[in-house]
T-cell receptor, first 112, second 115 residues
Framework: SQELEQSPQSLIVQEGKNLTINCTSS?????LYWYKQKYGEGLIFLMM?????EEKSHEKITAKLDEKKQQSSLHITASQPSHAGIYLC????????????FGTGTRLQVTL | EADIYQTPRYLVIGTGKKITLECSQT?????MYWYQQDPGMELHLIHY???????EKGDLSSESTVSRIRTEHFPLTLESARPSHTSQYLC??????????????FGAGSRLTVL
């Protein structure tokens, strides 16, 4: 099965600072998904990347997938308290019957 | 507004009790999933279904069982709960053939505590 390692495991940043979360796969990624989870809640889909070198942005969040399709990063610019939560990357295997496997998670706290 | 609903949100029960966690979705998705989430955040797939009368075990062994009699409903049952079953259980659904991608919609979760 696909193994996904996220770093850092936890992060505390001051409001207004930039930050980056990394997701590294042991196998080639056919699809890479970023989700956010507020404490005690379900996951909310953020973005999906499929092509090597692809980059997507939504508001102050940018996700990238490297050319080799084994590593993705999530960058938040000018962090706000609303960005606090748990960020999880999910990976897709080959084929339409594949199941989504999730990474180890990164807990983000944003201080005032 | 949530299109996938989980009940109960919180449940505290004694050892040996039988419990059922409910999950319903209104999106007509064929694929549904149950994930168990550690306190350490990692999600583990315990059950999934690709349609009515189809259920499979996931990557993490679980003593729970599931059923899929209707497309919209995917309940999870523990016949005899134990403290080791204490966890957050997340239900999700998706339809790759429609969306072209494996984007899942998650419920808000059911937090189970077994004393």
């Amino acid at each position: 099965s696909q193994e996904l390692e996220q770093s850092p495991q936890s992060l505390i940043v001051q409001e207004g600072k930039n930050l980056t979360i990394n997701c590294t796969s042991s196998k080639t990624l056919y699809g890479l998904y970023w989700y956010k989870q507020k404490y005690g809640e379900g996951l909310i889909f953020l973005m999906m990347l499929q092509k090597g070198g692809e980059e997507k942005s939504h508001e102050k969040i940018t996700a990238k997938l490297d050319e080799k399709k084994q590593q993705s990063s999530l960058h938040i610019t000018a962090s706000q308290p609303s960005h606090a939560g748990i960020y999880l990357c999910g990976a897709d295997g080959a084929g339409t019957a594949s199941k989504l496997t999730f990474g180890t998670g990164t807990r983000l706290q944003v201080t005032l | 507004e949530a299109d996938i609903y989980q009940t109960p949100r919180y449940l505290v029960i004694g050892t040996g009790k039988k419990i059922t966690l409910e999950c319903s979705q209104t999106m007509g998705h064929d694929k549904m999933y149950w994930y168990q989430q550690d306190p350490g955040m990692e999600l583990h797939l315990i059950h999934y279904s690709y349609g009515v009368n189809s259920t499979e075990k996931g990557d993490l062994s679980s003593e729970s069982t599931v059923s899929r009699i209707r497309t919209e409903h995917f309940p999870l049952t523990l016949e005899s709960a134990r403290p080791s079953h204490t966890s957050q259980y997340l239900c999700a659904s998706g339809d790759r053939e429609v969306s072209g991608a494996n984007v899942l919609t998650f419920g808000a979760g059911s937090r189970l505590t077994v004393l």
